[in-house]
């Protein structure tokens, strides 16, 4: 049970980095179109 309870941890961890991760890039793309497009 413990076990399960550790894991369960990383993967909402891991998956919590994986997304702010994701919106970085996305801001930093965003961001870098539009200063091409200026």
């Known amino acids: 049970m413990h076990n399960v309870c550790q ?4 993967i909402k961890a891991g998956v919590h980095v994986h997304t702010g991760l994701f919106s970085l890039s996305f801001y930093v793309a965003v961001g870098g179109y539009a200063i091409n497009k200026a």
Do not use: D, P, T, Y
Not at 7 to 10: D, G, I, T
């Open 7 to 10: 894991v369960n941890k990383m």
